[in-house]
């Protein structure tokens, strides 16, 4: 293994080889950034960003990229980063950054995943911490949260409530122009979108050893609340459209995890989720009104339990099965001027019976060599009844295999291939709204899950202790593409498009500033390209897919001050776009020239400052509204929306007792 001390380099461990070999970070390497939380230092190790993971029914493939001893947490809805900053820095021991694969852990396709390895020493802590967004002109946003720890050799406790903070960019003022074909005027008017939003959340989390036996059982809440509005305004007439949302989500879950034998480990997971929510959207336009209104409820049960054998230190398997139970209630109104209007799946109730059987083997033939390959068979039955009914089984064998060889300590090549199958969202069986865009979506109860054949290669090189050079590329091949399609009705829908491809380039960078004078500088940049090929259903030609974003890029520049006991830097990011292919319409939302900055500081031993600022240039978003659904489309109108989005400043204070 690789034992990363201090930020002047690396030193190699001269242990025998094991079924793995992680980067080991011992907490001395953070030691300049001065960190208040296990995130800060989980935030600063090389290479690494955390995962949170997908919001997918089910255990598997939905948990993020992080360990906390060797274990997953408990619930897959609290975000990584929320469990993690609960965790004060001085009882991490070390981090280990397992790449490629590891002894007894499922890596769930992902390239790296961390463990955090946590002192068992007794310790009672608590903090406090108080935060704001002022937005310019408008809004100001405050949260703030209690929390409490202890830990005892047997056990360990803690809980956290607190107001959260539910931000959205991209509001402020701006202009909407609307063009005909023949390039004439037909609108112009001034646009400003106006929000407010928070969340109240709770959670508690208690762990007990006996003898052998670990248990852990966790429980959270959380209430949303967000209110937006968008105001049109023109020469002789004016439109607005008010958005309102309130969710509540509780969670619980227990894990008991116990040594069968020396060599065989079980481990057994339950989880229980309960949603409920209710969402109006409301037009007043000139020539009436329009009002769609959502009321839904959501459920999720989950047992899972899986086995793990080490057979050798080379050689590990590990088998199990996950059982899940989801179910959607929904019901949807829409009028136009108070007049009812007949949707597609307008009321629905949808439920799914899933269960999955697994196997991995790991096998470590040379200290230097690693081999994964595993199965898994999905069967479920989904079921959908209301204003449309059906019910369908779809069975499907998952096969995965991976290859990681470590050509040098600092070098490292890795190879995946693996068929994955897409969850779908339980939300696209039944109506749904975006009033501003004059968009009536209907329900779809044939939707069928994407499938995709993943092939990726990567290399990893580290030079000059945290240095970093890595490129990955990825082909697939994608059967039922999930996005919009025309429906019978004149409506939308989301279904199936067919077949496509999707051909991938990632880069990531880290340079160390030595060199010139700043020791604990480092640059970072990060690009992926995608080229993603499907057919379209309307006019047949190949184009990209809905809210799948082809290329992004970041720049970030960090420095450590230890003297002053200062973290700052700076973030840029030239551009993003994301699409949306309707079959009447098409949409782009272009972000140009966003910059943070942000300087944290430890004030005292117990008291850290962050402040961060959000700096944006130019928010874009241009749409073709055609005549009609024929493969020559042509355009109704064109219409091009430019925003000077707000600029924000956040504030964070935290002490920890």
Same mark, same amino acid.
């Given at each position: ?215 852990? $059982? @966790?429980? %959270?809440?959380? #209430?949303?609340?967000?209110?937006? !509005?968008?105001?049109?305004? /023109?020469?002789?007439? +004016? ?20 040594? $069968? @034998?020396? %060599?065989?480990? #079980?481990?057994?997971?339950?989880? !229980?989720?309960?949603?409920? /929510?209710?969402?109006? +959207? ?23 339990? %899986? ?12 088998? /199990? ?337």
């Amino acid at each position: 293994m690789i034992v990363i001390t201090a930020a002047s380099g690396l030193s190699a461990s001269a242990s025998e080889p094991t079924s793995y070999s992680p980067l080991i970070y011992e907490a001395s390497f953070f030691a300049d950034a001065t960190p208040a939380t296990a995130l800060d230092m989980v935030r600063r190790v090389p290479g690494f960003r955390i995962e949170e993971g997908e919001d997918l029914r089910g255990f598997s493939g939905a948990v993020g990229n992080v360990l906390v001893n060797g274990a997953r947490p408990a619930s897959k809805i609290e975000p990584l980063s929320t469990l993690l900053a609960r965790i004060p820095a001085r009882r991490v021991i070390r981090l280990e950054l397992i790449r490629g694969g590891g002894a007894g852990i499922d890596m769930q396709g992902q390239t790296a995943v961390l463990n955090v390895v946590l002192s068992t020493d007794a310790e009672t802590s608590e903090a406090v911490q108080a935060e704001i967004y002022a937005f310019e002109q408008s809004p100001f946003l405050w949260g703030g949260q209690y929390e409490r720890r202890e830990n005892r050799i047997d056990q360990e406790w803690s809980f956290q409530i607190g107001r959260g903070i539910f931000s959205t960019d991209g509001t402020g003022p701006g202009q909407l122009v609307r063009l005909a074909p023949d390039g004439s005027e037909l609108l112009r008017e001034q646009v400003d979108n106006k929000f407010d939003a928070h969340t109240w959340a709770s959670s508690a989390a208690w762990e007990r050893r006996f003898g052998d036996n670990r248990i852990e $059982l @966790t429980g %959270s809440g959380t #209430l949303t609340d967000y209110r937006d !509005q968008l105001l049109y305004a /023109g020469a002789a007439d +004016s439109r607005q459209f008010d958005f309102f949302m309130e969710l509540v989500d509780l969670d619980a879950a227990l894990v008991w995890q116990r040594p $069968l @034998t020396t %060599s065989l480990d #079980l481990e057994v997971r339950l989880l !229980q989720n309960y949603g409920e /929510g209710e969402l109006q +959207s409301d037009g007043r336009l000139t020539s009436g009104t329009q009002s769609f209104i959502t009321s839904r409820k959501t459920g999720e049960s989950i047992a899972r339990a %899986s086995l793990t054998r080490q057979v050798s230190p080379r050689l590990n398997f590990e088998t /199990g099965g996950e059982f899940a139970f989801n179910w959607l209630d929904a019901e949807q109104q829409f009028s136009v001027d108070g007049a009812a209007v007949a949707l597609p799946q307008a009321t629905t109730q949808v439920d799914e019976l899933r269960g999955e059987l697994f196997g991995t083997a790991q096998w470590q033939p040379q200290s230097n060599l690693r081999f994964e390959a595993g199965l898994r068979l999905e069967q479920s039955v989904i079921s959908q009844t209301g204003d449309g009914s059906a019910r369908r089984s779809f069975f499907y064998p998952k096969p995965n295999l991976a290859l990681t060889w470590d050509a040098a300590p600092d070098q490292q090549f890795r190879i995946r291939i693996e068929r994955e199958i897409g969850q779908l969202s339980f939300l696209d069986f039944a109506a749904s709204s975006n009033l501003a865009n004059d968009q009536v979506l209907g329900g779809n109860i044939d939707l069928r899950p994407v499938q995709r054949w993943i092939a990726e290669a990567g290399y990893e090189y580290r030079f000059a202790g945290d240095g970093i050079i890595g490129l990955t590329l990825r082909h697939d091949e994608i059967e039922d593409v999930v996005d919009l399609v025309p429906l019978e009705s004149g409506l939308t829908a989301t279904g199936n498009l067919g077949s496509g491809t999707l051909d991938r380039i990632a880069v990531d960078l880290r340079f160390p500033l030595r060199r010139l004078g700043l020791l604990r500088g480092r640059l970072i940049a990060n690009g992926r390209y995608d080229w993603l090929n499907v057919r379209d259903p309307v006019t047949g030609e190949r184009r990209g897919v809905s809210f799948q974003v082809p290329r992004t890029a970041t720049l970030r520049f960090e420095n450590e001050v230890p003297k002053h006991r200062l973290n700052w830097g700076i973030e840029y990011m030239p551009y993003s776009r994301s699409p949306t292919f309707d079959p009447d319409q098409t949409r782009y939302y272009r972000i140009r020239d966003q910059f943070s900055l942000f300087a944290e500081r430890r004030m005292t031993e117990s008291i850290n400052l962050r402040i961060e600022a959000k700096i944006w240039d130019d928010l874009e978003i241009p749409r073709t509204v055609f005549a009609e659904r024929t493969p020559e489309r042509p355009a109704l109108f064109t219409e091009q929306q430019s925003f000077d989005p707000r600029n924000r400043v956040q504030v964070r204070l935290r002490r920890t007792f």
